[in-house]
């Protein structure tokens, strides 16, 4: 009789998928006891998930994971966490399948619950919740997270602790509550701070910390921490080793893209910081650097146009680059901001050195100047005149902008204010030693 090694090996050999899994059928569904084939078993079930990835069929995968219930009851509890969780990070590699992940985590957590498998049922829990954050659900997010958070805390588990702040802090990030977001975040670094926390965590933490720079328009710390983060990022990209160790399988190759993703988009707000600054001179330097220049494409070539745009104050050139640059741009909201930031300072120094020279000038010929529509020209100035950039009004009857000379400060009231103060004082000081001599 075949052992099931045998018909293991046999069936490894095999091209065909649909005989693959055939074969790989009948060894899961194998009853044994011996620990050597049980341990095939669980090879095969992984292998399984993998063709089905392959192949774009999620819902196989949620099926086999349904049909394997009572093998788990007979598995440690660590291996059967490690098998759930990496079938459904096989679902992850579908496109469009965040829907099928969330439905097939919270069955999982329920099995969990009800198996009384608190290792498993909280890993899925912080899987749920990002699942939700990426989903845009964010009210669910904050609760699953918020809860988990709790139970962790009175754990010993720092690392899961540390995860589940990385998740809440993005979640407050998203919900715009920064004060919350911090404290979440400091949290974090408390509990790495007592443990090893392996770099790419520490890299999370580092970009997060830098975003949270940028809301408060902290851009030096920013580009501080963003830089730390994108040598975390950068050391296990270009490591030829942890590229091999990644490449193993399809869930390793998804997260080594995922690693390669989050060091461009962590150069590209290191290089919109130094722009924030005031220094877009110095973005060349930084993308011809030894490391930085391993990243180079349109992902950065798009943050390059921007920068010289800036340099020359040219509207027009930074408008072609967000225009020939859409995608790499505007879709991270992060970039979104902080260009929108740029463009509006753009503006308002052009704006204001063109109307320099005049005391009175029609709004249109403004707009031809600067090459945009009147309407969004009149608005803009109506805005600096409300923010005190300049004073004057405009004439929307004849259409133009009326300029008034900036008119200094006359000081004799503060001064005057100052010296009765001072009187005050003195008369007061003469009065009570005149009472004392009294």
Same mark, same amino acid.
């Given at each position: ?32 006891? @011996? ?46 966490? $490690?098998? !759930? ?6 679902? @992850? ?32 829990? *912080? ?12 009210? +669910? ?10 139970? !962790? ?49 520490? *890299?999370? +933490? ?6 949270? #720079? ?29 590229? &091999? ?5 399809? /869930? ?31 973005? #060349? ?5 030894? /490391? ?11 943050? /390059? ?10 509207? #027009? ?43 009175? !000038? ?12 009147? $309407?969004? !020209?009149?608005? &803009? ?32 009231? &503060? ?8 009187? @005050? /004082? ?11 001599? @009294?």
């Amino acid at each position: 009789m075949i052992s099931l090694k045998e018909k293991y090996q046999k069936a490894k050999q095999n091209k065909n998928e649909k005989e693959i899994l055939k074969e790989y059928q009948e060894i899961i569904q194998t009853k044994t006891e @011996n620990e050597e084939e049980i341990k095939i078993k669980e090879e095969t079930i992984i292998e399984i998930g993998e063709i089905f990835a392959k192949l774009g069929f999620g819902e196989n995968i949620k099926n086999l994971m349904d049909s394997l219930q009572d093998f788990f009851l007979q598995l440690p509890k660590a291996r059967t966490a $490690k098998i !759930v969780r990496k079938l459904i990070e096989l679902i @992850n590699q579908i496109p469009n399948s965040i829907d099928l992940q969330i439905h097939v985590c919270s069955h999982w957590i329920d099995w969990a619950k009800k198996e009384k498998r608190s290792y498993l049922r909280q890993r899925l829990e *912080s899987k749920l919740a990002s699942l939700y954050l990426e989903n845009t659900n964010f009210q +669910m997010a904050l609760t699953t997270i918020t809860n988990l958070a709790k139970e !962790v805390k009175k754990l010993d588990d720092k690392l899961l602790l540390i995860e589940v702040n990385l998740i809440e802090t993005k979640i407050h990030i998203e919900l715009k509550n920064i004060p919350k977001a911090k404290a979440s975040l400091t949290s974090a670094r408390t509990s790495a701070n007592a443990v090893y926390c392996p770099p790419l965590l520490q *890299s999370e +933490m580092d970009k997060l910390s830098g975003i949270l #720079h940028i809301h408060e328009q902290d851009f030096k710390t920013a580009f501080s921490y963003f830089f730390e983060s994108f040598e975390g990022y950068s050391t296990i990209v270009l490591d030829p080793k942890l590229k &091999k160790k990644y490449s193993d399988n399809i /869930v390793g190759q998804t997260k080594f893209k995922f690693i390669e993703k989050e060091a461009i988009s962590t150069l590209k707000y290191m290089l919109l910081t130094k722009i924030m600054m005031e220094h877009p001179e110095e973005i #060349h330097g930084i993308v011809n650097g030894k /490391v930085a220049s391993k990243f180079t494409g349109r992902e950065i070539d798009c943050i /390059v146009k921007i920068s010289e745009a800036y340099s020359e104050r040219s509207l #027009h050139k930074f408008n072609e680059a967000i225009k020939e640059y859409d995608k790499e741009l505007q879709e991270d909201p992060i970039i979104k901001n902080l260009l929108n930031s740029l463009y509006e300072t753009m503006l308002e120094q052009n704006l204001l050195r063109l109307i320099e020279p005049f005391s009175r !000038v029609e709004i249109s010929h403004i707009a031809d100047l600067i090459k945009l529509d009147t $309407k969004t !020209v009149e608005t &803009k100035l109506s805005q600096m005149i409300l923010d005190k950039k300049f004073e004057g009004i405009l004439d929307q009857g004849a259409g133009c902008l009326i300029i008034y000379d900036e008119t200094i400060p006359d000081e004799t009231y &503060k001064l005057s204010i100052e010296i009765m103060e001072n009187l @005050n /004082v003195v008369i007061g000081s003469l009065y009570q030693k005149a009472k004392g001599l @009294n």
